[in-house]
């Protein structure tokens, strides 16, 4: 049982001194996602699990001052999550040779599962110290990442701004979507900046727009796909297209999706001479 080989190898790890804390997910209360854990003994692996609810990046808990004093850690991540960690590393947030990756080959999350998941490309870590399982429900290959995106573009730029109205107008400014998001690791938001206020702090439609617009352009060129982000907003808000939408234009325009070559330099402050210019106007 894969379950059985994770807590084993697991255990070895922290067993030997390989690693001094395991971040995984842990066991949650019937119809509701894993939640992640924090192991630090060879005795406590048993809390480990793996399953189809298994849905946060924990890559985000490597940014945390607490999580990083607790010494040398081991990750589980599926491979949108590796994409991530990947990013982290380009972009000098951490030392691969200072995480023990451990890669779970996924199925998918959630029942059924997500949008995102019928359509993966990656089902399988590639950059791992170590890839448990294998697949056994590829993805729908007649599925296209862009599907969902495709189909919303195909709406009048005045359906698709009423659209944004209704949806934004709901947001509640309580930031999960920053929180969970491994790639949002600034010592200071800039919506808690106060001198001066940059974007209101308000939950109103303006200052929502331009936290939201502000944060999609932020992970330009950078966003893993994860949606960890879309998961956690508490009022359901699509921030899937958001990302998509950038994501679709880096590819087209440079070539750059991020997080699937740990080689390339990040797209941001980096040039080549065959990049497009169709878009500057």
């Not at 599962?113 to 448990?132: G, N, T």
């Not at 730029?157 to 934004?168: H, S, T």
Request: proline share 5%; glycine share 6%; net charge positive.
């Amino acid at each position: 049982m894969l379950e059985q080989k994770l807590r084993q190898t697991c255990r070895e790890l922290l067993a030997n001194g390989t690693v001094k804390v395991i971040i995984g997910y842990g066991a949650a209360p019937a119809g509701q996602a894993t939640r992640a854990v924090f192991i630090t003994t060879p005795e406590g692996v048993e809390q480990l699990v793996w399953n189809d609810r298994c849905e946060a990046n924990l890559v985000a808990y490597l940014k945390r001052p607490e999580v990083r004093a607790l010494g040398k850690p081991a990750i589980v991540v599926k491979a949108c999550d590796e994409r991530a960690l990947v990013v982290l590393q380009q972009e000098a947030q951490l030392e691969r040779a200072n995480v023990f990756v451990i890669g779970m080959a996924c199925d998918g999350i959630g029942a059924p599962r997500e949008a995102k998941c019928r359509s993966c490309e990656d089902q399988v870590p590639r950059f791992c110290d170590v890839v448990l399982g294998e697949v056994t429900k590829p993805a729908d290959a007649a599925s296209a990442r862009w599907d969902e995106l495709a189909e919303f573009m195909k709406k009048s730029p005045e359906e698709r701004m009423a659209y944004w109205q209704q949806e934004l107008a709901r947001c509640v400014k309580c930031y999960a979507c920053r929180q969970v998001c491994p790639l949002c690791y600034c010592q200071r938001c800039i919506v808690d900046k106060n001198r001066p206020t940059v974007i209101s702090t308000s939950p109103s439609l303006k200052g929502n727009f331009a936290w939201h617009v502000t944060r999609a352009f932020h992970l330009a060129a950078r966003c893993a796909g994860c949606d960890a982000c879309t998961r956690a907003c508490p009022v359901g808000i699509n921030l899937r297209l958001l990302n998509q939408s950038m994501a679709k234009a880096t590819e087209e325009n440079f070539q750059c999706r991020p997080g699937t070559d740990p080689q390339a330099q990040p797209l941001i402050g980096n040039y080549a001479t065959g990049d497009k210019e169709e878009f500057i106007r």
